[in-house]
């Protein structure tokens, strides 16, 4: 059967909102360049924190990235002579939590070295700074007021936490050997961390393109639907809810885990 194929890719992908809500569509892709089916880790969702619990509309609530499943599921999986590729993106939401860029720098750190050892060619979206050096401070309260209920948002000194991270990330991609992604100010509109509609399929198509630098975009793939509460572990309201992963398997041998 179609289902039984063995994988061609392993995708890890680790991320917030942007992956979240572009993660279909960056499956779709990854299948589409790959040319069988793939095996797909994500971490990910509205807020997500990279080292501790975070909560989305004070009900949702999922562990940080760098201490979620997909690490041991990645350490129980199959070993496979399979390329890996790894996307690292949204490293900003914890700077809002009022976390250190340092403290942050160190989940972070922890998760390349992960990604290192799994030889994956890792790709790291740096912050928006071209768009935050724009924000006036009204704008910066309102954004977070919006994005982040309930938190303080301290300006300049968060820009500056921003940039330190920023200067952190590039080093640490550096000292990996992990591509790097510049965002553009025109990505972002009102909102000054999420990607504009208008511009979500040309960025991650150019994110796809460094993993695929040989195999021109298609048609517009087909979107995969993913469960919106499919994680591995969240809290809801209060409840734990556990699925088993993957939670997606699709005909050609496709699995997507959700952490």
């Known amino acids: 059967m179609a289902a039984n194929r063995e994988p061609v890719l392993r995708a890890i992908l680790l991320g917030a909102s942007n992956l979240k809500v572009s993660l279909p569509f960056l499956l779709a892709g990854l299948r589409q360049r790959a040319g069988g089916p793939v095996e797909a880790l994500a971490a990910c969702g509205h807020g997500r924190s990279y080292g501790s619990w975070s909560r989305f509309l004070f009900v949702r609530r999922l562990p940080g990235i760098a201490g979620c499943g997909l690490w041991r599921s990645l350490e129980r999986s ?15 939401n914890d700077l809002v ?19 290192a050892r799994q030889q994956a060619e890792t790709v790291i979206t740096l912050l928006p700074l071209p768009r935050l050096e724009k ?16 938190r303080p948002a301290p300006w300049p000194g968060l820009l500056d936490h921003a940039r330190e991270l920023d200067d952190w990330l590039r080093r640490l991609g550096r000292e990996h050997g992990a591509r790097l992604v510049e965002p553009q100010a025109a990505w972002y509109g009102l909102d000054p961390i999420h990607l504009r509609r208008s511009v979500r399929r040309q960025v991650w198509d150019d994110v796809l393109s460094l993993w695929f630098p040989d195999t021109p975009a298609g048609p517009p793939p087909r979107r995969l639907r993913i469960p919106w509460f499919g994680a591995e572990e969240l809290r809801l309201g209060g409840v734990i809810l556990r699925t088993p992963q993957p939670a997606v398997l699709l005909e050609d041998g496709t699995t997507v885990g959700l952490y």
């Open 97 to 115: 939590y009022g976390e250190s860029p340092r403290e942050i720098v160190s989940w972070i750190e922890t998760c390349l070295g992960r990604l």
């Open 78 to 92: 199959p070993s496979r002579n399979i390329r890996t590729v790894a996307l690292l993106t949204d490293a900003g």
């Open 135 to 150: 924000l006036t401070p009204w704008q910066v309260r309102l954004a977070v007021s919006l994005l982040f209920p309930g």
